[in-house]
Antibody, heavy 128, light 110 residues
């Protein structure tokens, strides 16, 4: 079964840190660009950042509001994506989704474009 | 304020066709692909349209996407009650070096 499972969310004080994880299964994780997308309570979707595959240099891009505070990394040996969050602010409170951004299926030889696989999300609450 | 502009709401009766617009600029929609996502409240978003007008496997052909210049639109025909959800457009923005979403459109089936 194709699946993404986020974990690591919780309550943290302003200025604190948190690391989110996203475990992937059922697809070729090492051939997938991965993104984090968040959704504040009652608000719309906001892209947080993305990491490309090792083949594509494992380069990262981050949204302006989190640049310099958040870092995305991946461990292909563990099929896991990470989001390291530092200097957290109250406005970072949101449900954080892990999602594929673009992936290559080695069995079919097809590329899948767009965020086609999503996790269920993990909640981060920044409050004193 | 979202970089991509969508109407906050849209509505239609069962069987009707509804069109949701998404307006951007040359740095995003004008120069990059547009994607559309459907989110039923309380659930994760679902990819509806990729690369302007392509449907992933399993998405009904009642959903279609188009793009012209710096604007895009999502058409939902043969409206059904289960189409009631929030719809988001998205594109890469070259100036921001990041992906941007529209503010979302809440579709109500009357």
């Amino acid at each position: 079964e194709v699946q993404l499972v986020e974990s690591g969310g919780g309550l943290v004080k302003p200025g604190g840190s948190l690391r989110l994880s996203c475990a992937a299964s059922g697809f070729s994780f090492s051939n997938a660009w991965m993104s984090w997308v968040r959704q504040a309570p009652g608000k719309g979707l906001e892209w947080v950042g993305r990491i490309k595959t090792k083949t594509d240099g494992e380069t990262t891009d981050h949204a302006a509001p989190v640049r310099g505070r958040f870092g995305i990394s991946r461990d292909d040996s563990k099929n896991t994506l990470y989001l390291e969050m530092n200097s957290l602010k109250t406005e970072d409170t949101a449900l954080y989704y892990c999602t594929t951004d673009r992936r290559y299926d080695i069995l079919t030889g097809y590329y899948y474009y767009g965020m086609d696989i999503w996790g269920q999300g993990t909640t981060v609450t920044v409050s004193s | 304020q979202s970089v991509l502009t969508q109407p906050p709401s849209a509505s239609g009766t069962p069987g009707q066709r509804v069109i949701i617009s998404c307006s951007g600029s040359s740095s995003n929609i004008g120069n990059n692909y547009v994607y559309w996502y459907q989110q039923v409240p309380g659930t994760a978003p679902k990819l509806l349209i990729y690369r302007n007008n392509q449907r992933p496997s399993g998405v009904p052909d009642r959903f279609s996407g188009s793009k012209s210049g710096t604007s895009a639109s999502l058409s939902v025909s043969g409206l059904r009650s289960e189409d009631e959800a929030d719809y988001y457009c998205a594109a890469w923005d070259d100036s921001l070096s990041g992906r941007v979403f529209g503010g979302g459109t809440k579709l109500t089936v009357l």
